[in-house]
């Protein structure tokens, strides 16, 4: 047993999000596109006698909404990985020190999650096949499993089934995000409203294979038009002060904005990385807060051994 691990996790965008209408279980089903992208959440564990958890941030993430309990998902995470391995004596103190948006639509929590799968799998030696975490991940959030594997790759069901996608472009993200978070449930159940008011149309999602073939031969430009997210209407309407900051985005001439998964981070995307720093330069100009990535990137990764 080594007497810490640090394992890195990277944000999640949805390239595509189509949403259908909610099943009887209360979930949606899903037909999404991940990209994962170059911010990131550092996770480290070491033994400990209980559980702990301790959170620290970059400047410009508010980590109000974050638990410091046992309610973390961190938590859960490590406290499952054990638990399927029948080690309840087993426990880690987690430190997060997160990059990545928190209450952003970009699966910060997710990635939390999946660091300390793999960070407390290799603390304590468990070994645990690739099968069981992408299982364990599942149960503890629909984006977690995506967030162990990174690059891209399509996920349907509930968005935790995942299968890896060819993606040999070069995306450069300006990642624009709000200090007023938006719940997912409630944009969700926005979402549910305006379909039963007639405002919106839901269909059984399907990924357009258009996208997938420009991914695949690594054209930026002629993929724009496949990008789409299907809860961005209803996080619109709940919303319309994303809609001034979209309009705003527009203005330095991306190739294309999108809203992050629920919101209310906002992406634009720029084919060359050169014209991405100028639109970065000109929103730090403007005294506005945003990080330029780079996508697509790996998955979780252990960065520390000691």
């Avoid at 979930?27 to 999404?32: D, G, I, K």
């Avoid at 299982?135 to 967030?147: H, K, N, Q, T, Y």
């Avoid at 060819?166 to 409203?193: A, N, R």
Wanted: charged share 20%.
């Amino acid at each position: 047993m080594t007497q810490a691990v640090t394992v890195r996790a990277p944000a999640k965008i949805n390239l595509y999000l189509g949403v259908g209408p909610v099943r009887e279980d209360g979930f949606h089903p899903l037909a999404t596109v991940y990209q994962a992208i170059g911010l990131y959440d550092d996770v480290t564990v070491t033994p400990a006698e209980q559980w702990e958890i301790h959170t620290v941030a970059d400047a410009g993430i508010d980590l109000a909404a974050v638990p410091d309990d046992e309610d973390n998902i961190a938590i859960r995470a490590g406290k499952a990985l054990v638990a399927h391995h029948h080690r309840p004596e087993l426990a880690a103190h987690v430190e997060i020190h997160k990059g990545i948006p928190v209450a952003g639509g970009m699966g910060g929590g997710s990635a939390d999650a999946a660091a300390t799968l793999v960070a407390v799998d290799r603390l304590f030696d468990l070994n645990t096949s690739d099968d069981d975490l992408l299982a364990i991940a599942a149960e503890l959030g629909s984006d977690v499993p995506f967030a162990l594997i990174g690059g891209t790759a399509i996920g349907t069901g509930r968005g935790e089934i995942v299968e890896p996608v060819v993606d040999t472009t070069q995306c450069w993200w300006v990642v624009v995000p709000h200090e007023i978070g938006l719940s997912t449930p409630l944009v969700y159940k926005h979402f549910d409203m305006m379909v039963a008011e007639e405002l919106l149309e839901a269909f059984q999602p399907a990924i357009p294979q258009s996208l997938l073939g420009d991914l695949a031969t690594g054209d930026v430009l002629t993929l724009t038009p496949d990008l789409e997210n299907d809860l961005a209407a209803a996080a619109y309407d709940l919303r319309p002060d994303l809609v001034e900051l979209r309009e705003r985005l527009e203005r330095l001439w991306p190739d294309a904005v999108l809203l992050s998964g629920s919101g209310p981070t906002q992406l634009a995307l720029f084919a060359d990385r050169d014209a991405a720093r100028i639109a970065a330069g000109t929103l730090s100009q403007e005294g506005l807060t945003h990080w330029l990535a780079p996508g697509p990137v790996a998955g979780c990764t252990v960065i520390d051994y000691s």
